[in-house]
């Protein structure tokens, strides 16, 4: 059987990030080949991908081959054209100049998860949905001992689409109406199949989903990813996201918000790297202090309608306002006690960033 290289080498280079070394058939790649195409598929049992690649063969046959070492074989050989041959329970890699023999696993032992996983049917345009998880995955938390945390929400129903992380001191909240499904989706997805989903190697416009109550599944081309969900309830934050008629504090330009925090925070104490945010009505004074009496404060012009002083922690902003830099920022704040709201202007989704303050 003939077997472009470059193909087959670039979709083993892309699943072996899904492979794991616990097992040989965890490190191994599943190999379905069949009359139409072959289905190239590796999983770690918590997510997996599935890549389509235009070869066939008459002859259908699934095998279990180690990952990285098929692939360091590709990666070596200088021929475009490379001939399989099935011997048992061994696969022969040949071209004119070269010869190699390597062990194969029997397809049974594959972990068959995300079989039954029915075919994605919503379809989400690909960039509004990767514009929401970079708006809040830096929310999420870096451990806890609740898994929730760590993970984000993805909701759609008949009002819309909307994704939610928080580490329970922070919250980060994007919506858009625009995405609509009768059936009402609430799942927690993992932070690790979320980053590869970012880094989904296809240029395709739209994205399918498609859910179960243990597992997701999004298509692009000739790109399957699938993953557990995580179970448990992630925390109610419809309260805290909702509308409301808090009077507004100040409008901040994020870029320079972002600069002073840069130019003061060295100052603070790691531990909860407080810096002081004192609002007069057209400047706000960014300053960090420590115990040994140094400190840092940088000056600059806002819109604001009175005075207020919170300490926030500036670790967690200098991660919130890259991804609104180019907006200017809607501050709310009934008090120095009461959770601080970023609302970036002229945005054409709802987009939501919640900080608690340090007492």
Not at 47 to 73: M, Q, R, T
Not at 334 to 348: A, G, R
């Amino acid at each position: 059987m003939l077997i472009e290289k470059k193909k087959l080498e670039n979709a083993l280079k892309y699943l072996i990030r899904f492979t794991e070394k616990r097992t040989n058939i965890l490190e191994s790649v599943l190999i379905n080949i069949g009359v139409e195409h072959t289905t190239l598929f590796a999983t770690n049992t918590k997510i997996g991908a599935k890549i389509k690649i235009p070869v066939k063969d008459k002859n259908k046959k699934s095998i279990c081959v180690p990952a990285n070492k098929l692939y360091n074989i590709l990666y070596l050989i200088d021929e475009n054209e490379i001939n399989f041959e099935f011997i048992d329970s061994n696969i022969k890699i040949s071209t004119d100049s070269y010869l190699s023999q390597i062990k194969t696993y029997d397809s049974n032992l594959f972990p068959d998860l995300f079989n039954d996983i029915p075919d994605a049917n919503i379809s989400i345009d690909a960039e509004l949905l990767r514009n929401a998880l970079e708006k809040v995955l830096f929310a999420t938390a870096k451990k806890s001992f609740r898994p929730e945390y760590e993970n984000i929400n993805f909701v759609v129903n008949e009002q819309g689409m909307s994704l939610c992380a928080t580490n329970s001191f922070r919250l980060s909240y994007f919506k858009d109406k625009t995405v609509k499904t009768e059936r009402g989706i609430d799942i927690i997805i993992p932070k690790q199949f979320i980053l590869e989903l970012l880094g989904m190697p296809v240029d395709e416009k739209r994205l399918k989903i498609g859910v179960t109550d243990d597992f997701l599944t999004v298509e692009a081309e000739n790109i399957k990813l699938f993953t557990r969900l995580i179970s448990g309830h992630f925390p109610d934050y419809k309260n805290i996201v909702k509308d409301s008629e808090e009077k507004k504090l100040a409008t901040i330009d994020a870029t320079k918000l972002l600069k002073a925090i840069k130019k003061v925070l060295f100052i603070a104490e790691k531990e909860n790297y407080g810096v002081m945010f004192d609002f007069k009505e057209n400047t706000l004074s960014v300053k960090s202090l420590n115990q040994e009496g140094e400190f840092a404060k940088e000056t600059i012009e806002i819109e604001g309608t009175e005075e207020r002083k919170i300490k926030l922690n500036g670790k967690m902003l200098l991660e919130y306002l890259p991804t609104v830099s180019n907006y200017r920022l809607d501050l709310f704040c009934e008090s120095e006690d009461t959770p601080v709201k970023f609302i970036p202007q002229n945005v054409e989704y709802t987009l939501k960033y919640i900080q608690m303050p340090i007492n």
